[in-house]
């Protein structure tokens, strides 16, 4: 059990260390890492995670890793305790990374903020944070699979299982890209709708 803890952890300093943009460009890669490639949770149960992170308050990231953390061993069959200790290795491991790069990092930008190899570098992250983000929504969406006779695409019926939802993601694009109704309204509604679909 140690050693998956000690695993857990280094997975997360890892994602962290490599995500680039905040909470919702590291939910793509710790879904590539926890869920695809090392199969500690399903896909539906850590969509059922996301949901929860982006209820709660905190950045969505720390909230996803923290939960994730505490699934993977409550998953191996681990205690209680062990199970909470799983949720703070991960939160911890999450943004050590970040918080040791900023710390050297900090004392350095108002000298380097306006050399040009600097504006080079952010101007080059902005839109992979942007390819991070879609990727990710894709990823909820969307399994892609090289077979041989070419690439398959299969929509995961964990998160569409019907048209219900097709419809409410529609709506939700379009009321947030239209109407321009922020995330905490279009939440509220989701889960009023999602509890008068389900009555």
């Known amino acids: 059990m140690i050693g998956l803890l000690l695993e857990l952890f280094w997975s997360f300093f890892l994602i962290g260390l490599f995500t680039v943009g905040g909470g919702y460009a590291v939910i793509g890669i710790i879904q590539s890492e926890i869920v695809i490639a090392k199969g500690w949770i399903s896909e539906s149960v850590f969509t059922d995670i996301l949901a929860i992170s982006q209820m709660t308050p905190g950045p969505v990231g720390l909230n996803c890793s923290t939960y994730v953390g505490y699934e993977v061993m409550k998953n191996a ?26 710390l050297a990092i900090v004392r350095f930008y108002t000298k380097f ?30 399994r892609f699979n090289l077979g041989g006779s070419g690439p398959i695409v299969q929509i995961l019926t964990d998160n569409f299982p019907d048209w219900k939802s097709w419809a409410l993601f529609a709506a939700s694009f379009a009321a947030y890209v239209w109407l321009k109704l922020g995330p905490m309204v279009l939440l509220a509604a989701g889960a009023v709708l999602g509890l008068l679909i389900c009555a």
């Open 113 to 142: 903020h306006t050399n040009s190899l600097f504006q080079g570098v952010m101007s080059t992250l902005r839109p992979a944070v942007a390819g991070l983000v879609g990727a990710a929504a894709l990823a909820l969406m969307l």
């Open 77 to 102: 069959g681990a205690s209680e305790a062990l199970a909470c200790l799983g949720s703070a290795a991960a939160s911890l491991a999450v943004v050590l990374p970040s918080f040791l790069i900023m």
